[in-house]
């Protein structure tokens, strides 16, 4: 597995119900919100942090699901910080579901346009096992009361060292994202559900992409018009930057910043750190 750097830095998604999306992202989970022009909003995890999301206003809804995004994941630094979101979120009766996937404990939930958000935390990495690169991931019933025995305090906002620590999609090929992931970004495949999701990775994580197709083999991929992702921008170190360029269509947006049309309707900025 190489050794890069790699950091899934910014989303930007367009989004149709403005009042209740400001209402989610702001007061429900506590971001901290800048009005960027009359229809665009930006939030960060904390005041001194630059943003990680921002939504445009003005997308329209589409009749069915689309393929792109399927969720966005929020890793929180420690269990405590999780239950003590998810202590609050339990209190604003916001339906949500969970994973215990070994590596990680996970929450999922959608915002107000339908959007897929995982909230969760990593065990530590000494506790993976791993057999001829794929990791150990299942999925089990949490124990939340367990969890929220460790919540920290009444939820204030989320704590430095807040992430986002992966983004999965949704299309109608696996073959695309093993070719994207891995014969594009040349990320190790780390964890198989047979036939219908592949996980990726650098750096020995459990994943930092996930690809599935479980809207089925003719979903149809976002329209430019309609609500989802728009964009997802990575930091990279100076080699991994120069190995992209030679083998990946793109196009040089200034001497340290590509765009890459990935296969599932969206833009991937890549940044050389």
């Known amino acids: 597995m190489a050794d890069v750097t790699y950091k899934i830095t910014h989303l930007t998604v367009q989004g149709a119900n403005k009042q209740a999306m400001r209402l989610f992202y702001r007061d429900i989970l506590g971001l901290i919100e800048h009005e960027v022009a009359e229809n665009e909003f930006s939030y960060a995890f904390t005041a001194g942090e630059a943003p990680f999301l921002n939504i445009v206003f003005g997308g329209k809804t589409p009749v069915e699901r689309r393929g792109g995004l399927y969720h966005f994941a929020i890793l929180l630094p420690g269990a405590g910080s999780l239950a003590t979101l998810i202590d609050r979120l339990i209190r604003l009766q916001y339906p949500m579901g969970a994973g215990d996937h070994d590596v990680s404990e996970a929450f999922y939930l959608n915002d107000p346009d339908g959007n897929g958000i995982e909230l969760y935390h990593d065990r530590p990495k ?8 794929i990791v150990t991931m299942g999925t089990a019933n949490v124990d939340v009361q367990a969890l929220l025995a460790q919540k920290n ?10 992430t986002i620590g992966h983004v999965h999609f949704v299309g109608d090929s696996l073959t695309k994202g093993d070719d994207f992931f891995g014969a594009v970004l040349n990320m190790d495949t780390t964890y198989v559900i047979t036939d219908n999701a592949h996980f990726y990775s650098h750096n020995h994580y459990h994943h930092h992409h996930a690809y599935n197709t479980w809207l089925g083999n003719g979903v149809k991929m976002r329209q430019e018009n309609e609500i989802g992702l728009v964009d997802w921008q990575v930091l990279v170190d100076e080699a991994y930057f120069n190995e992209l360029t030679q083998r990946v269509a793109h196009k040089l947006l200034d001497e340290s910043t590509l765009l890459i049309d990935d296969p599932f309707g969206n833009k991937l900025i890549v940044e050389k750190r």
């Open 126 to 133: 000494e506790n993976w096992r791993w057999d001829n690169g």
């Open 153 to 162: 305090d009444v939820w204030t906002g989320f704590p430095v060292g807040t």
